[in-house]
């Protein structure tokens, strides 16, 4: 055991355990490789860490991960940029084993490493590296190489130029429809770093093929680059070679294209200027919104307010909020609730008048919906509407929404509307709360649900900072303490509850006056834990108090609880009097 | 071996009757010896190339075989994807390793046992050189990688193992902790520590060693890659691999779910069946399979012998079908046992993608997925078992899952019967082979040469619905008795050649043309 003195022992096990048999201590080794490295100085590191590390890249995939991750900031350790090269050997072996994940975080490593190397070691070492990869014998090497070439062409001479461009070519032709996804995913990539001339020749090429590939699978993707390569076109050359594509993917015949067309198409429009997007992509946009698959309808929905501040508002009335209004009572449940997450969100694109003569109605059916989530949406997105027609309108409504998700019978959906709370009694100023909403929320006090109960209990709070203490007084604390006097034992832990979050919002003198003698009156009730509860209350709540009523009412309610028969009861007592010691020596 | 077995295919004249030949067997039963119930062999199947053979038994054991006349065995992936092997040799297959692939478990919840019984395998894109499967029993499909594994030997450790803490205590019991490893493939990892005195050098850096592998020996390791549980609430019946290389089907009785190979934990449901009330169910899914070639096409059976093509272009859930092809019954000949026989045991795709060959309980059906009024060929496997339709209930023979199968270039099919045969039938046009063989070393034993017939008229062949085989009664005629507890029901085609590998018990036996 005298080794273990050694400084150098502790690195010795390191390096050893690289070749252990247990997995957990080959991942710990690997995940300090830099300081093995550093033991190890810059120029054993290159000439004999790294070789050891290519040899052994048939370990678990756990461990080939961890390696490819590490090294992506080995460049320090092997002596700077000058040798970055030295690292690229590992990382290729990697770039072609079979877990897709450890090929995605080799690929970027490669990547991050090829961004600070010279122009001329990408020359002599990584260009040569993407070519191996992509003339590699198993898909996996050619998968990887399609993310490399955005790297290597940029610093490429212009014979080579024109050997990656084909190359990239090829893989997009491959026999494996892996290969194929992976190129239709790096295209845009490889595409920004492309010159003007052959990114219209050659890529728009590449990217015609990858739009008419049979696998579906190819297609998706190829629309996924739609927009990317849209944004480095200049506008004319989108709307002639973008545009009539994607207008073709939007009557695709498989829904998961369509789905993909979507959610892009927004991007598209921006990327097409105004007046194409009126004349080719909204016709395209309301297809999708009145879609034959639910799905599609869901992305298309869910873009409806974006899309609507592109346009002039003029534009969405015409076109857009008809298929608003169909699809506010779509046969999907999913379709409508979406549409309720957003729709809020038109009100300030289409102003006051428009709002009111179009959108209301639509609020108002969405929140009469049978299903509580489109409600829901409506009632969290309240604020936008607020700002643009005001509350008022929507009030009659919403009342008996808000009442019927207060009562639904998932609690679930009670607690989403809780969380709301907050919110709507700022939106709908104190008169109308206390009106309408003031019993529900003592009604929650009460659920059968503790978390139902905790977050009612957490509403009070928040409901007290929002309206300030004087209204919590008068509205408030009374009801509340009403309820300390419950028969059941878990509702006057509920009052405990909310008694300590409020007693810091209400101030001290409240908190003397009403909550402390509530509270040690608790402390004779029968049941042990709600003396313990009462102990921890009177923990949280001892420092907002004054020092003199700490000494005549708090200490002797916990020294008499700290004798106790309960043993819990006992500790919490003890403990919050260890606590008002510490505080009271300390000032 | 390799003798004159050429066979010729002329493609002008209609095919010659193939003579089979018995190749091989593998777990050959010794006379009178016993079998033991997870011998049995629950599934078959090769590989794209035909390179690789997987069995499945009721132990939940995968064994895999590999071809050993390949001429070529370390060439390119390439240039053994185009290679037109001569045909002098036939395929001959050496066992290659074995696996664990599932455990019987009990589920608690349902108070249900989970048998151990692989039901299907399917092989998927290999990489690297390792072999890539999916495994299922009822409920719980795995995801393998069959890898050759260098067996470790380090030398030069900076610390005498003997002496460190660190190490010795924690390698000695690794591979027990880990589940993955159960199959014992990588237990016999040693370590080969110089034993001679270690000294720890005194002074800097440069005595520090990386540790070196000095074994050149290669050992087959299987490992579980995922695991996709959880997803199924009936019995799983078939998996089929999407030619996208990245997803698959799997399916019930009552429903059909979508992976993504990558991701275990998330599936679509794609189809569903099951009825709002269960009362109301009056068909099953019993097997289904992706188009070879359309990404977006898939087809299932079911227990009423229609067989239904879905596009999944059409929408999420595929609750309407594209295509429906069912066989109109002949009016008057509906007994109690109609429906029963009805119900399909296995569909397959033809390697184009065209035809689909559907076993029912007495026949094999080749269907073209541009005609959906009929079959265009029908089989009759075992048609004397008719008038024992009786007794086949009473012994619950009658609803017995035979497999089938179709050669690599489309021309022959293949079905597996009682009393360990197995018929092969020509499909092509005017083709009247209808041969039947035995799962034994002498595989013609059995069969009574039936008179050639005369081919048929053109008209005939032109409607192209053929009825076959149908009066082969001999072997029964022959004073064999029909043993029902000898099923012939699991049995593939090799992908390229004219080679047939069946599972008798559990036998697997290999014939060739």
Redesign the interface.
């Known amino acids: 055991m005298s080794m273990a003195d050694e400084p150098l022992y502790p690195i010795a096990v390191l390096i050893d355990e690289l070749k252990n048999d247990d997995i957990q201590l080959r991942l710990n080794s690997i995940r300090k490789l830099s300081t093995i490295a550093r033991a190890l100085g810059e120029e054993r590191t290159r000439k004999e860490l790294i070789p050891f590390l290519t040899e052994n890249n048939d370990d678990d995939d756990e461990v080939l991960l961890a390696m490819a991750a590490e090294l992506g900031g080995f460049i320090p350790y092997v002596g700077g940029v000058e040798h970055a090269s030295a690292l690229l050997p590992p990382l290729e072996a990697f770039c072609s084993v079979e877990e897709t994940c450890v090929r995605d975080k080799a690929v970027e490593s490669l990547c991050r490493i090829g961004s600070h190397m010279r122009d001329t070691d990408l020359v002599e070492y990584f260009i040569p590296l993407v070519k191996r990869l992509a003339a590699g014998e198993w898909f996996t090497a050619r998968v990887s190489a399609c993310g490399l070439f955005h790297i290597a062409y940029p610093s490429a001479p212009e014979a080579s130029k024109t050997e990656l461009r084909s190359i990239y070519s090829q893989l997009c032709q491959d026999d494996m429809p892996m290969v194929r996804r992976s190129a239709a995913t790096n295209l845009g990539k490889f595409a920004a770093t492309v010159e003007y001339t052959h990114l219209k020749a050659d890529i728009m090429s590449i990217f015609d093929d990858l739009t008419q590939d049979d696998q579906d699978s190819v297609r998706l993707l190829a629309v996924e680059g739609c927009a990317a390569l849209g944004k480095l076109l200049e506008p004319q050359d989108c709307v002639a070679h973008i545009l009539p594509v994607i207008v073709n993917f939007s009557q695709d015949k498989s829904w998961r294209v369509r789905y993909m067309v979507a959610n892009q198409l927004y991007e598209l429009c921006e990327a097409v200027g105004p007046e194409p997007t009126r004349a080719e992509l909204v016709p395209a946009y309301v297809r999708l919104l009145r879609d034959n698959e639910a799905e599609v309808r869901i992305a298309a929905a869910g873009k409806v307010t974006k899309f609507c501040r592109i346009l002039s508002s003029e534009h969405a009335i015409q076109n857009i909020l008809p298929c608003v209004k169909e699809l506010s009572s779509d046969s999907s449940q999913h379709v409508r609730s979406t549409l309720a997450s957003v729709i809020m969100g038109m009100a300030p694109v289409l102003g006051k008048e428009t709002t009111i003569e179009h959108l209301l109605p639509i609020f108002l059916s969405l929140l009469k919906d049978e299903f509580p989530d489109v409600r829901l949406n409506i009632i969290s997105k309240l604020d936008q509407v607020n700002q643009v027609i005001g509350i008022d309108l929507l009030s009659q409504s919403l009342l008996p929404a808000i009442v019927e998700l207060a009562e639904d019978r998932h609690w679930r959906v009670r607690l989403a509307i809780i969380e709301y709370i907050p919110l709507l009694a700022s939106q709908l100023g104190v008169t109308f709360f206390d009106d309408k909403l003031g019993a529900l929320c003592m009604q929650w006090l009460q659920d059968k649900v503790h978390a139902i109960r905790e977050a009612a209990a957490n509403n009070l709070k928040r409901l007290a900072e929002e309206f300030g203490p004087d209204w919590a007084m008068q509205h408030i604390i009374q009801k509340v303490l009403e309820m300390i006097n419950n028969p059941h034992y878990l509702y006057r832990m509920t009052i405990l509850r909310a008694i300590s979050l409020l007693a810091p919002v209400v101030g001290p003198e409240v908190t003397c006056s009403n909550l402390l003698p509530a509270v040690v009156a608790a402390s004779k009730d029968r049941v042990p834990n709600i003396k313990f509860n009462v102990a921890k209350v009177l923990q949280s709540i001892f420092p907002i108090v004054d020092q003199s009523v700490v000494e005549k009412t708090i200490r002797p309610c916990l020294v008499e609880l700290s004798e106790d028969p309960d043993v819990d009861v006992r500790y919490f007592s003890s403990q919050a009097l260890q606590a008002i010691d510490n505080v009271m020596m300390s000032s | 071996m390799n003798g004159g077995d050429d066979v010729v295919v002329a493609s002008e004249e209609p095919l010659q009757p193939l003579e089979w030949k018995f190749s091989q067997v593998f777990g050959e039963r010794a006379a009178g010896e016993e079998v033991q119930e997870v011998d049995i062999i629950s599934a078959i199947e090769f590989d794209k190339s035909g390179n690789h053979l997987a069995t499945g038994d009721r132990g939940g054991r995968v064994v895999l075989f590999e071809r050993t006349d390949s001429k070529d065995q370390h060439g ?3 240039d053994l994807e185009s290679t037109d092997y001569s045909s002098s040799r036939h395929p001959e297959f050496r066992y290659k390793t074995e696996f664990q692939s599932h455990e019987p478990e009990f589920d608690y919840l349902k108070s249900l046992e989970i048998e151990e019984k692989i039901n299907k395998i399917k092989w998927c ?4 050189g ?1 072999v ?1 499967l999916l495994s299922t029993n009822d409920k719980t499909i795995k995801f393998w ?1 069959v ?1 050759e ?2 067996v ?1 030997k ?1 030398s030069d ?3 005498d ?1 003997s ?2 803490i ?2 010795g205590s ?2 000695s019991n ?2 027990s902790s ?1 589940p993955h490893l159960a199959n014992g493939g990588s237990s016999d ?1 040693s370590y080969n520590y110089p034993s001679n005195d270690f000294s ?1 050098p005194p002074g800097g ?9 000095v074994s050149h020996e290669t050992s087959l390791l299987a490992r579980c ?1 995922r695991v996709y549980a959880h997803a199924h609430d009936y019995h799983i019946n078939s998996i089929s691999n999407n ?5 698959f089907i799997s399916a019930d009785d009552l429903r059909i779910n979508l992976w993504n190979l ?1 991701i275990s934990n998330q599936s679509f449901n794609i189809v569903d069946v099951k009825p709002t009330n269960m009362e109301d169910l009056t068909e099953v899914i019993t097997s289904a399979e992706f188009h070879p ?4 096409t898939l087809a299932y059976s079911s227990s009423k012998g229609s067989i239904r093509l879905i596009d ?5 859930l595929c609750d309407s079908h594209a295509k429906l092809f069912e066989e109109q019954e002949a009016p008057g000949s509906r007994s109690f046992f109609t429906e029963i026989i009805a119900s399909i045991s296995d569909i397959k795709f033809a390697k184009e993608g065209r035809y689909i060959l559907s076993r029912d309980y007495m026949t094999l059906k080749l269907w073209d997925i541009n005609m959906d009024s009929g079959p265009v060929s029908t089989f009759r496997v075992h048609e004397y078992l008719r008038p024992k339709l009786c007794d086949l209930y009473e012994n619950d023979s009658i609803f017995d899952k035979f497999e089938c199968c179709l050669s690599g270039d489309g021309s022959r099919v293949s079905t597996g019967s009682y009393s360990n045969l197995f018929r092969v039938f020509g499909c092509a046009p005017g083709s009247t082979e209808a041969t039947t063989l035995e799962a034994s070393k002498n595989p013609t034993r059995r069969q009574v040469p039936t008179p050639s017939r005369p081919s048929r008229s053109l008209g005939n062949s032109l409607t192209r619905v053929v009825r076959r085989g149908a009066e082969n009664t001999g072997v029964d005629a022959n004073g064999n008795s029909f043993d029902f507890t000898t099923k012939l029901l699991h049995l593939a085609w090799h992908p390229s050649e004219n080679s047939i590998a069946c599972a008798a018990a559990n036998s697997l036996y290999m014939y060739y043309a």
Not at chain 2, 243 to 247: A, C, I, N, P, Q
Not at chain 2, 312 to 316: G, K, P, Y
């Open positions: 390119s992936r390439r894109q290999t990489a690297n390792s890539f990688k890898q594994k260098k470790k380090i450790m900076n610390i193992p002496k460190a660190g190490n924690s390698s690794s591979n880990k990892k720890f850096l440069p005595s520090l060693r990386l540790p070196s592998v890659r030619s996208d290389g990245e997803t990558e070639t359309h990404c977006n999944l272009r059409q929408s999420a």
